[in-house]
């Protein structure tokens, strides 16, 4: 029987299949991207995208909230749980949106904010100049060393000392070590700015208790639901009690009119995902998989900015192979390996061609690869990356690679126990 997607327009349906097909036959290496369960999946495309529900539960602008009050206090508590937060804001349509929320929340147009580098790894809404961000606000991007690959604290006090920011901001969307979130939130108390952590990243590896938390140092949390965390596409905002008021008029009516009902339900859902042994097994997954993948790649000769990962992404510093970021990212793409190309810190090259490439496992974990099929992922790079112009190679790779993706399909209807979930229950 057809669907009534299929039906109604047999274009939108088949582009749709073509997608299903293209991120099933491709390794994803992109490290911000993930496979959702089939449990989120329904949430998601549920009813609750009818509804409107602008202000927050039990003081709506709209009537008809009996559920979605409901819905959001669940998903609030289950947040608070998970991250062990005072307050949860689960309203905000993306993190750039509840990035936006956090700074606004806490200080005024005219600011001044610290954030990492966009070209060291930092993150748009972190005050990079075509964000809106660096022109609402001033902005005093910090770096890492280009020696090192990694946060240097001196030259962040520094910084901070010099040009006295009212927000600090830590966390990145390119940078494989673990973060020292205490380091930034004594930084930040000693020269009087609030400490904003944004976790879109690495927030799966931080529930699953990997990485240190932030909430004990930052002000706000900042995060995604959709990389590591493997909810729907969303944003989240954690604080303490103290700024919880700020939070919430910040995303509505500062910056958003009504929820998207049926992504804050969908959330609700991987919380409850996100709190079971699975999880945590994930994420540790997606960790050793990564450190597998750096450790054959380093062997192959490749430069590891920083010299390895501690989390789920790694950053590729291709400048010994004479090949840039972008080449190699279209290189692999047709050979069915899904990169990114990415600048790597005091790159020579302007960021819309850089020297580097980011690398990342959450996907092929939740696929259910491990340290074999990590291993293997880094010889048929290289292999690529070794034959960069001979089309024939790189199309019999993606040959390969088409064959592990068979051995290892899209858990389509992959449901996490909910045996030890006592979240849902509350
Ligand atoms: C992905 C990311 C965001 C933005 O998330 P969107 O949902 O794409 O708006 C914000 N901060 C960091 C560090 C990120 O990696």
Redesign the pocket.
């Known amino acids: 029987m057809k669907t009534a997607l299929e039906q109604y327009d047999p274009q939108i349906f088949e582009l749709i299949r073509q997608e299903e097909a293209r991120q099933s036959g491709s390794i994803r290496l992109i490290p ?1 991207e993930n496979y959702v369960s089939k449990a989120v999946m329904q949430a998601s495309a549920s009813c609750m995208t009818n509804k409107y529900a602008e202000g927050y539960p039990g003081r709506r602008y709209y009537e008809g909230q009996q559920v979605t009050d409901l819905i959001e206090k669940m998903a609030q508590q289950r947040v608070k749980k998970l991250f062990k937060a005072d307050h949860a804001n689960v309203q905000p349509y ?6 936006l929320g956090a700074y606004t929340a806490l200080i005024n147009p005219g600011d001044t904010i610290m954030g990492m580098s966009l070209i060291h790894g ?2 748009l ?2 005050g990079w100049k075509v964000s809106v961000t660096s022109k609402f606000f001033k902005s005093v991007p910090y770096p890492v060393s280009t020696e090192t690959g990694r946060l240097d604290f001196n030259v962040i006090e520094e910084l901070a000392k010099e040009h006295r920011p009212k927000v600090i901001i830590s ?3 390119a940078y494989p070590r673990e973060i020292d979130f205490e380091a930034f939130g004594t930084i930040a108390r000693d020269v009087g700015a609030y400490h904003v952590s ?1 976790i ?2 690495i927030a799966g590896l931080v529930v699953a208790g990997i990485h240190k938390s932030p909430v004990p140092y930052a002000d706000i949390v ?1 995060t ?1 639901s ?2 590591t965390l493997r909810g729907p ?3 989240m905002l954690l604080c303490k009690k103290e700024h919880a008021d700020a939070v919430d008029r910040a995303v509505f009516p500062g910056l958003q009119g009504g929820p998207h009902m049926h992504t804050l339900t969908a959330i609700a859902v991987a919380m409850a995902e996100a709190d079971t042994p699975e999880f945590v097994a994930y994420a540790k997954q997606v960790v050793k998989n990564a450190k597998a993948l750096a450790e054959r790649l380093l062997e192959h000769g490749f430069n590891l900015v920083s010299g390895g990962t501690d989390n789920h992404l790694i950053l590729l510093d291709l400048r010994n192979k004479n090949v840039r970021g972008k080449k190699v990212a279209k290189a692999l793409d047709r050979a069915r390996i899904v990169t990114n190309y990415n600048t790597i810190p005091g790159d020579p090259s302007p960021p819309a061609d850089p020297s580097g490439l980011r690398l990342g496992t959450p996907a092929i974990t939740t696929r259910g690869m491990k340290e074999p099929e990590a291993r293997q992922i880094a010889d048929f790079i290289n292999t690529v990356v070794e034959n960069i112009d001979n089309e024939a190679v790189i199309q019999n790779i993606g040959k390969e690679v088409l064959l592990l993706c068979s051995q290892f399909p899209v858990p389509e209807h992959f449901i996490i126990p909910n045996k030890h979930n006592a979240a849902s229950s509350r």
């Open positions: 911000s993306s993190g750039s949106v509840a990035n930092g993150h809404t972190h966390g990145a969307t944004d879109a990243h900042s995604t959709h990389k596409r969303g944003g």
